[in-house]
Each structure stands twice: as C-alpha cells, then as structure tokens.
C-alpha cells in the first residue's frame, strides 16, 4: 500500500539531526555537503533535476526482509531506480539479530564493484569494515534510516526518530490532558538500535513533560511481534489501570494490540506504533490501533536511490536529508494513505 507524500511538509522535519564524520577525501572526493541538512521534498529545486549519464548499479542493504518497513523500502529503491535508468540490487540479513550476515553481505556487494552502497545497517558499528574499505574506494554511501554512521564519511537520509517518540508521547499528553495522571507505557526495540534509543528518548522526553502521564513500564519487544504481545500481556498483569502503548515499531505495536483485543480492552487503551507499513495502515483503518508514526520507507528507499545518484553525478549532496514523517490517525488516514 503505497502512501501519498506530494506536499507533505512535516515541522519535524526541519529539526537538526547528530552529524557524522564526512570531511574531504583525497582524490576524486565524494563530494558531500559536510554539516548541512536538506528537505527531501527541496533536494531538486536546490540542485536541479538528476539524470543518470550512465547505468549505474547501486547496492541497497537493508535490516531485514521479515519487516514490512524494509519490503516497502525496497520496492521504492527498486522504482526509482528504473525511473532514473540505473540497477540496484537490494539484500538484507535474515534477521534484526544477525550482524555478522549483514557484514558479509556488504562484503559481497562491495567485491561486485557496485558504483554506490545505501546501506541501513543493524547496528552502529558491524557495517565498519566494509564500509572503509567502501570509503577508501571513493564510492558513495548512502546512510538510510538506521543506524547512524560515523565512522566513513556518507549521505544520511531518513527521518528524525527522537521526533518520532516526541510525537507519539505529545500525542498522548493532548489526549488526556487535565484527566491525569494516566498511566502509559513504552515498548522498545533491539538493544542497541540507535532508531530505538532515539524513539525511546523522544517519548519519554515528552512523558516528563507532562503533568498528566505517568510512564510506568518499559519493555522489549526487539522488533518481534509476538515478544512484543507478551510483553504487553505482562505490562497489563502488572499495570491493569495502564491507559496508552507506544511502540517503536508497527511490528511491535500490532502485537501489543493484539494483547489489548485479547484482553477485551479494545477501545480503552491507546497504541501508537511507528513506521507506517500495511498492516499498520489497516489496523487504523479498521478503528484497532490508535495511529502511527508513519515514515514512508517506500519514499525512502526512492529519496536513497535519487541521493545515490546525485552523487555519482557529482552534485555536492548535504550530509543529511530528512525524509517526510507524520502522525497519521483516524482521523487524517485518508490525507497519507488509501
């Protein structure tokens, strides 16, 4: 289910994001903007139109396959890529858990002689030594969504996730404004992860700031959306006067919805889940989940393969791009999605 992002101008999106190393390399350099952000919807009327002066092949490594996020991530690499007349070959590990398959996946992108690398890697570091090597070689890296890179100088594109728990806890204190204290509670991701860490600092950020909400559970869920319902089944054992979830994912947050209907408490207890992907999407639609923190991955992996091919042209990119994110409920469904 393909979302509608033609003019969507999101505050969040202008909020600075923590930059990487990306200073000047020897050579031909990749040539990057150090230090500068950009909206993914202003990347053509700052650097004009791109056209691919040859076909160029493009690896994608992505988390996993198993999510939604990354499946609708890939097929917009994959149209935009043969909307620009370029090749991209996209893989990802089995799992959220396997680093090592990631990294050798990337090993093996990068003996193919890709002409540029986006890569979302599981964690901060385990894409390191193939990204050196990447570096060394002056390919471009495309930095998509997870985790921040630091260590090799690339082109972030992705949206804001501290902004994403912000949202999601902001939500929740409107919600019960006046009616407090209200007892909420927080699933998270994989230990590690920093669009975990981020989300997981976000909605709490905004929960302290409230003099209505009481956070009073904080769970892992690591992406799994059966862990993820335990979890909730515990919370609600634990906390049974508990009154809104955030998830820091959609994936989890169909599990802790799934718990709340299996507990007949469909109606009375909030879930905001992130991401955006489908399921998610029908969810909402269908008056289960409260809403989501919609990050059009779809739209992000389309903004990835258009960066990776300014680059390769050339263009001098600016070191972040932040891709479009929204709160999308009931009530303004219809505006993102079908």
Request: proline share 4%.
């Amino acid at each position: 289910m393909k979302c509608t992002i033609s003019g969507l101008l999101v505050a969040a999106m202008a909020l600075a994001f923590p930059l990487g190393s990306a200073s000047a390399q020897s050579g031909k350099a990749v040539n990057i903007a150090t230090g500068q952000t950009i909206n993914s919807d202003q990347l053509e009327k700052t650097l004009g139109k791109v056209k691919a002066s040859k076909r160029y092949k493009i690896g994608a490594i992505e988390k996993t396959l198993i999510n939604e996020h990354w499946q609708e991530m890939k097929r917009g690499y994959e149209d935009q890529a043969k909307a620009l007349g370029v090749d991209v070959e996209v893989g990802a590990a089995k799992t959220e858990s396997s680093l090592t398959e990631q990294l050798d996946l990337a090993e093996t992108m990068l003996s193919k002689n890709y002409d540029a690398l986006c890569v979302s890697p599981l964690a901060e570091t385990n894409l390191v030594p193939a990204l050196e090597k990447a570096a060394a070689k002056k390919v471009p890296i495309i930095n998509v969504d997870d985790a921040r890179i630091t260590s090799v100088p690339n082109v972030f594109v992705g949206a804001n996730h501290k902004q994403m728990g912000v949202l999601a806890g902001e939500y929740f204190a409107q919600a019960f404004k006046g009616k407090g204290p209200v007892e909420v509670a927080l699933i998270e991701g994989m230990s590690g992860s920093s669009a975990s860490i981020q989300r997981v600092a976000g909605f709490k950020e905004a929960v302290s700031k409230s003099p209505d909400l009481k956070l009073v559970a904080s769970q892992p869920g690591d992406w799994d959306r059966m862990k993820s319902l335990n979890a909730m089944e515990n919370i609600l054992q634990a906390h049974p006067n508990v009154k809104a979830i955030y998830a820091c994912n959609d994936t989890m947050g169909l599990g802790v919805m799934e718990a709340v209907i299996n507990a007949g408490k469909k109606g009375q207890i909030m879930v905001i889940g992130t991401d955006g992907v489908p399921d998610a999407q029908r969810s909402i639609k269908a008056g289960e989940m409260t809403g989501t923190i919609a990050a059009f991955p779809y739209a992000m992996g389309q903004i990835a393969a258009e960066v990776a091919v300014r680059l390769l042209e050339g263009q001098k990119v600016p070191e972040v791009v932040v891709s479009p994110m929204v709160l999308v409920t009931k009530e303004n469904y219809s505006k993102y999605f079908k």
